[in-house]
């Protein structure tokens, strides 16, 4: 079974806390599937993770921006993503009408990680290394989406903590996927007149990046999806959600921004 025909989407933001905006982009993705098209879900959590470790009473703590996970942190974020938010998403694309199986990054080796930063200040937190595709593609073959848990295997036989956005680009790369679509907060890339813009190349990424245009944690976003697409992936789109037929507006080019390589 060829991959390259692939979508990955990965879900973040406010979109990932509300019950509607889930529920419509279940009934997308359960359309998508019927239609034949092999998909894939990946989601994160962050705000859930924050929420259980304060009703346990502890305090997340960062460093540089990222989450630090230490082993009982670890324990309660597997939990969280693996558990609770994987299994909510399982349950609403079955009640669209589509044939869902909840996985993680450590099922069948799927998302193999090393340690994000060797030092040890992050505990847990990891960085993809490898893929292994296998599982995901025996899903498609048998008519179901896989819902993707960011959580990955280690070297050391322990979960690892990976970030959403680079367990999809992974995963979407790995696939030669021909779109990875990013739903968030914002609607794409802006302009310095605060417009949508429509494409984007590599090139064009470090323009806007060079003229401030793009700045905070936009850079890192965009700089990553100039990767996956130079690793094979035919788009990756930034967009935000406006209701149901998001998903066919987003791929259709009529909402959010695409970044391609350079023609």
């Known amino acids: 079974m060829s991959a390259g025909g692939a979508l990955v989407i990965k879900i973040g933001g406010s979109m990932a806390e509300d019950r509607k905006c889930l529920e419509e982009l279940a009934s997308d993705l359960a359309s998508l599937a019927a239609s034949g098209e092999h998909v894939a879900l990946v989601h994160g959590g962050g705000k859930d993770i924050n929420r259980n470790l304060q009703w346990l009473g502890q305090e997340p703590k960062f460093v540089d921006g990222l989450r630090v996970t230490d082993e009982a942190a670890m324990d309660l974020v597997e939990m969280t993503l693996s558990g609770r938010v994987n299994k909510l998403l399982v349950r609403l694309l079955t009640a669209a009408g589509a044939r869902a199986v909840g996985i993680s990054g450590v099922d069948g080796s799927l998302l193999n990680a090393t340690p994000l930063r060797e030092d040890g200040a992050l505990g847990q937190v990891g960085r993809v290394t490898s893929v292994k595709v296998d599982l995901v593609k025996t899903l498609w073959s048998g008519g179901f989406v896989p819902v993707v848990s960011p959580v990955s295997l280690g070297l050391d036989g322990q979960s690892w903590n990976v970030n959403a956005d680079d367990a999809a680009a992974a995963l979407a790369s ?44 936009m850079i890192p976003k965009l700089r990553g999806c100039a990767q996956t697409v130079e690793a094979g992936v035919a788009g990756v789109v930034i967009s935000g959600w406006s209701g149901p037929g998001s998903l066919g507006r987003i791929l259709s080019g009529l909402s959010g921004t695409i970044v391609q390589a350079a023609s």
């Open 174 to 217: 790995a696939l030669v996927a021909k779109r990875l679509v990013y739903i968030s907060d914002v609607p794409g890339v802006l302009d310095g007149t605060k417009q949508r813009i429509l494409s984007l190349n590599p090139l064009q990424i470090e323009e806007l990046i060079a003229t401030g245009v793009a700045n905070g944690g």
